[in-house]
């Protein structure tokens, strides 16, 4: 039996684009997840949020709403930890239109492609793959 490391970090680097001609471009940390870190990510969400549930049982009243809500959003979100294969750790990018250098505002489950705004000059950036 091989010991995997169950989420491994790694850095790539992608192009930012935005209004001008100019690209920018972007440095972001992923954290990878094997098949069994996602499960176990995904249980582990699923307890908190049932637990929730379990807990709003002895609200009068609100319970009526907070157990279904809870139990439901536990359902959501195991189904899409499950999905995420990775999650973005850091983002640092200059921006191609003001030029400033920035950390950017996408951490979470990642995707090839990302809309972004600039901190500096709050236009809609484009983040691709280099």
Same mark, same amino acid.
């Given at each position: 039996?091989?010991?995997?490391? &169950? ?8 192009? $930012? ?11 972001? &940390? ?13 249980? #582990? #969400? ?19 709403? $907070? ?7 536990? $359902?959501? =979100? ?23 250098? &920035? ?16 901190? &500096? ?6 983040? =691709?793959?280099?």
């Amino acid at each position: 039996m091989t010991d995997r490391p &169950q989420s491994a970090v790694m850095e790539r680097r992608y192009r $930012l684009t935005g209004y001008s001609d100019r690209e920018g471009e972007a440095l972001l &940390q992923l954290r990878s997840f094997d098949s069994p870190a996602r499960v176990k990510r995904a249980v #582990a #969400a699923l307890a908190v949020w049932w637990g929730a549930a379990f807990l709003s049982l002895f609200i009068p009243v609100a319970h009526f709403l $907070l157990v279904p809500g809870f139990l439901m959003f536990g $359902l959501v =979100t195991f189904v899409r930890r499950l999905k995420t294969s990775a999650v973005v750790v850091k983002a640092r990018g200059i921006c191609p239109d003001c030029g400033a250098e &920035q950390d950017l505002d996408i951490l979470g489950s990642w995707s090839e492609s990302r809309d972004v705004t600039c901190r &500096q000059c709050h236009r809609s950036l484009r983040l =691709t793959a280099a």
